[in-house]
């Protein structure tokens, strides 16, 4: 069984970061096989793929929304996987969530029925 727990979430001015962090475990588990993706869901919006990073090459991807703004990275020792937010805007205000799987759609993001997600932390911008 896989555990992915999210971490890092809080209140913060418009222009301030935030450094979100996402922990998984699990018996014989080697993250280094996993896609890894960060998903945010606002209230009365739909949830929104944001940023994810690949379990072979490490490609990346990101939203049109966060490209810039946002970076992903692993540390698959500590079977760990971060996404440093910077310059955060009021939009930004979402529960964010942390999603892993050993599938990908186009070879980056997690995707199939054997993807596992943390419960989500709350991210605030506000001034």
């Known amino acids: 069984q896989v555990q992915v727990v999210e971490s890092g979430g809080g209140l913060v001015q418009p222009g301030g970061s935030l450094r979100l962090a996402c922990a998984a475990s699990?018996?014989?588990?080697?993250?280094?096989?996993?896609?890894i993706g960060w998903f945010r869901q606002a209230p009365g919006k739909e949830r929104e793929r944001i940023s994810c990073?690949?379990?072979?090459?490490?490609?990346?991807y990101y939203s049109d929304s966060v490209k810039g703004r946002f970076t992903i990275s692993r540390a698959n020792a500590q079977k760990s996987a971060y996404l440093q937010m910077n310059s955060l805007k009021l939009e930004d205000t979402a529960v964010y969530y942390c999603?892993?799987?050993?599938?990908?759609?186009?070879?980056?993001?997690?995707?199939?029925?054997?993807?596992?997600w943390g419960q989500g932390t709350q991210v605030t911008v506000s001034s």
């Open positions: 999603a892993i799987s050993l599938y990908s759609d186009q070879g980056t993001c997690p995707a199939g029925r054997s993807t596992y």
């Open positions: 699990g018996d014989r588990f080697a993250l280094d096989n996993f896609n």
């Open positions: 990073i690949s379990s072979t090459d490490e490609r990346t």
